[in-house]
């Protein structure tokens, strides 16, 4: 059933090989906060058209933007849903700050920490309420996590979307 697939996919070139893999690892980095899954995912899609050249480029411009799109939403929801949670321009922004500070100091996990933290605590200072402060950070976790798994989920069908293309 699956033998003319699996017979495809043994027959490509040592580009598009490496290009499916590292697809995979772009879709597999989306959901890991603070690794630009779909950057990455765009750098390989146009890298294998300018070596190969397979696809047209109106795909490769489509599939690419499409990468990049869920990118930069990834980047924006965690203040859109701190901003949503209650939590100021500034908290949001001060968080994102401390999340950068978090990356550089222990990766990926004190990026979602600096990020969550940081909104907490100039909430619990500007709003002096445990409670908004604690919804601020909540919704801001939330929206990271929410979006981590939406664009794991975008880069998946971009990553078969491009295999069907490209292999068959």
């Excluded at 017979?7 to 772009?26: G, R, W």
């Excluded at 899954?37 to 411009?61: E, K, M, N, R, T």
């Excluded at 601020?136 to 998946?156: E, K, P, R, V």
Aim: hydrophobic share 60%.
């Amino acid at each position: 059933m699956f033998e003319p697939f699996v017979e495809s996919l043994l027959a490509v070139d040592l580009p598009t090989a490496t290009a499916i893999v590292l697809l995979i690892i772009a879709v597999i980095s989306g959901l890991v906060p603070g690794i630009p899954g779909g950057l990455i995912a765009s750098v390989v899609i146009v890298s294998h058209w300018y070596v190969v050249g397979v696809l047209d480029p109106l795909f490769v411009a489509i599939l690419a933007g499409f990468a990049l799109l869920t990118g930069i939403l990834d980047i924006l929801a965690g203040v859109v849903a701190g901003e949503k949670g209650g939590a100021s321009r500034v908290a949001t922004s001060i968080g994102v700050i401390c999340g950068f500070i978090g990356l550089i100091s222990t990766g990926i996990f004190g990026l979602f920490l600096g990020m969550v933290g940081g909104i907490f605590v100039v909430e619990l200072v500007r709003q002096r309420s445990t409670d908004k402060a604690f919804r601020s950070a909540l919704y801001s976790m939330i929206g990271i996590l929410a979006s981590n798994i939406f664009q794991a989920t975008i880069l998946g069908f971009i990553t078969v979307g491009w295999v069907v293309l490209v292999v068959f």
